[in-house]
T-cell receptor
């Protein structure tokens, strides 16, 4: 089974600064999707960003961008100009190309200091 | 678009009773819905995959007789916790994959907090 590892249980960043959350995964598939989800205190899961493995270009969504290293099986999330509203749990997730099931990492709690 | 609702948002029940949680895709049809369980400060644990018109596929270690899943239509899946006990207290989240478009993404409901006394 695929595994997703987030090695940082908790991180802190100063408001307006940049922070990078790490994620590695293990798979034997060549085609797959990777996701970062945000879960604020409301516990509603929100998609932050998505990356297709066949795309070499790193995905970007406003202040959020990823560093996708396929050979290294690494998928980090960079948050620029951090805002207080970015404080949440962040989960990295993997989904195989032909399978519906998603695999989640253990999560990283992000604190944003004013 | 792509909104998923869950009902109820929270429920308290007595030990031994059954509780039903509904998951609805409001503005799209979903052939596949997932049910997750989340303990405090932990990740989502997939319980089962629900496909419209067929039996749910349960993950290893999940009791299918305790957690009954029914996916009766393309917009509704239900999770029934039978003979609930305090250890079943948790946060339950459903998600849905649209039949068309956004095929590689799942949309989450807001979750249901279950407390069994």
């Amino acid at each position: 089974a695929q595994t997703v590892t987030q090695s940082q249980p908790e991180m802190s960043v100063q408001e307006a600064e940049t922070v990078t959350l790490s994620c590695t995964y293990d798979t034997s598939e060549s085609d797959y999707y990777l996701f970062w989800y945000k879960q604020p205190p409301s516990r509603q899961m929100i998609l932050v960003i998505r990356q297709e493995a066949y795309k070499q270009q790193n995905a970007t969504e406003n202040r959020f961008s990823v560093n996708f290293q396929k050979a290294a099986k690494s998928f980090s999330l960079k948050i620029s100009d951090s805002q207080l509203g970015d404080a949440a749990m962040y989960f990295c997730a993997y989904r195989g190309y032909n399978f519906n099931k998603f695999y989640f990492g253990s999560g990283t709690k992000l604190n944003v200091k004013p | 678009g792509a909104v998923v609702s869950q009902h109820p948002s929270w429920v308290i029940c007595k030990s031994g009773t059954s509780v039903k949680i509904e998951c609805r895709s409001l503005d799209f049809q979903a052939t596949t819905m997932f049910w997750y369980r989340q303990f405090p400060k932990q990740s989502l644990m997939l319980m089962a995959t629900s496909n419209e018109g067929s039996k749910a596929t349960y993950e290893q270690g999940v009791e299918k007789d305790k957690f009954l899943i029914n996916h009766a239509s393309l917009t509704l899946s239900t999770l029934t916790v039978t003979s609930a006990h305090p250890e079943d207290s948790s946060f339950y989240i459903c998600s849905a994959i649209p039949l068309a478009g956004f095929y590689n993404e799942q949309f989450f409901g807001p979750g249901t907090r279950l407390t069994v006394l």
